[in-house]
C-alpha cells in the first residue's frame, strides 16, 4: 500500500507535464503576437470607439477577418479597400491606425472613460480567434485626410504657392515569394533624421499601405512586402511631412497606388 502514494505521485506529474507540453505545442503554433491594443472615443460620433494596434507577424501570410466586442452594437473595418477583410503579409508588423484602416466599433455601452478595458475578439483566417483588451485612451479627432480619399482619422498638409510641389510614382515587381515597392520622387527628399519634428516643406518620410492597412513608414525609397494570401491587393504609398500630415498638392493628395494579383 506504501507504493500507491509514489504512484499516484508520478502520475500527476505526468498529467502536469503533457498539460504543459499541450499549451506549449499551441502557443509554439501561434505566429501572430498583438501588442499596443488601445481604443479612442472618436470626436463627434457618439458611442464610436476606433480601435487600433500592431500585429506582429511571425510566420506566413494570414488574413484578419472579423472583429466583434460584448460591449458594442457592431464592429467593422473602417478604411479597407478589400471587403474581404485586412491582409497580413508574411515576417511583417503592420498597425490598425488612425491614419489607416482599423477597427470602427458603434453602440458602445457604459462610460467611455480613459482607463476602461474594452474586451475585443479578432478572428483571422488562419490563426483563428484571438482574445484581447483595448485600453481606452483620449478621444481621436477627425482630421482631413477621408476629404481627399486618403485612409483613417489623419490630417494633410496643403503645399503652399513657392514651396516644393512633391510627386510620386511607386513600382511594384516580385521577389521571391514577395514584392519590392520602389518610390520614385520629385521635389521631395527623404528625412528619417527630421521624424517628428517641424515641418520642412519638401520633406519627409512615406506611409505603406495594403489595402487600407498601414503596413510601415518608408525613410528610404524602397521596401519589401513579404507574401500575401490569394486575391487581388492595391499598395498605395503617400508622402508626409516629419509631423506625420499627408501632403497635398492642387487639392490632390501625394499618392500612388499599383496593384498586386495573388493566384
Known amino acids: ?45 457618439k458611442g464610436s470607439v476606433g480601435i487600433f494596434m500592431t500585429i506582429h507577424n511571425s510566420g506566413g501570410p494570414d488574413r484578419l477577418v472579423s472583429a466583434r ?6 464592429a467593422r473595418f473602417d478604411h479597407a479597400v478589400a471587403g474581404a477583410g485586412l491582409a497580413i503579409p508574411a515576417d511583417s508588423a503592420p498597425s490598425l491606425a488612425p491614419d489607416g484602416a482599423f477597427i470602427l466599433m458603434d453602440g458602445m455601452g457604459g462610460d467611455l472613460q480613459e482607463g476602461r478595458m474594452i474586451p475585443l475578439t479578432l478572428r483571422f483566417e488562419n490563426a483563428g480567434e484571438f482574445r484581447t483588451q483595448a485600453r481606452l485612451v483620449s478621444p481621436q479627432s477627425r482630421g482631413s485626410a477621408t476629404d481627399f480619399g486618403l485612409f483613417g482619422l489623419g490630417d494633410i498638409c496643403t503645399v503652399e504657392d513657392g514651396e516644393p510641389a512633391p510627386k510620386i510614382a511607386i513600382e511594384v515587381e516580385p521577389d521571391g515569394d514577395g514584392w519590392i ?18 515641418h520642412v516643406p519638401g520633406t519627409g518620410h512615406g506611409h505603406l499601405y495594403l489595402d487600407g492597412l498601414k503596413l510601415q513608414r518608408l525613410y ?44
Not at 502520475?11 to 499549451?23: D, F, N, P, R, T
Request: charged content about 20%.
Open 181 to 198: 515597392v520602389r518610390v520614385l520622387t520629385e521635389e521631395f527628399h527623404f528625412e528619417p533624421d527630421l521624424v517628428d519634428g517641424l
Open 69 to 74: 466586442s460584448i460591449v458594442a452594437q457592431r
Open 220 to 263: 528610404e525609397p524602397e521596401a519589401r512586402i513579404g507574401a500575401l494570401p490569394p486575391g487581388k491587393h492595391q499598395v498605395r504609398v503617400t508622402l508626409n511631412t516629419n509631423d506625420h500630415r499627408a501632403y497635398v498638392v492642387d487639392d490632390l493628395p501625394v499618392s500612388a497606388t499599383a496593384e498586386i494579383i495573388v493566384r
Open 1 to 45: 500500500m506504501k507504493a500507491a502514494k509514489p504512484v499516484f505521485a508520478i502520475a500527476i506529474l505526468i498529467a502536469v507535464a503533457a498539460a504543459a507540453y499541450l499549451l506549449f505545442s499551441r502557443a509554439a503554433q501561434t505566429d501572430l503576437l498583438l501588442t499596443d491594443v488601445t481604443a479612442a472615443p472618436i470626436e463627434g460620433a
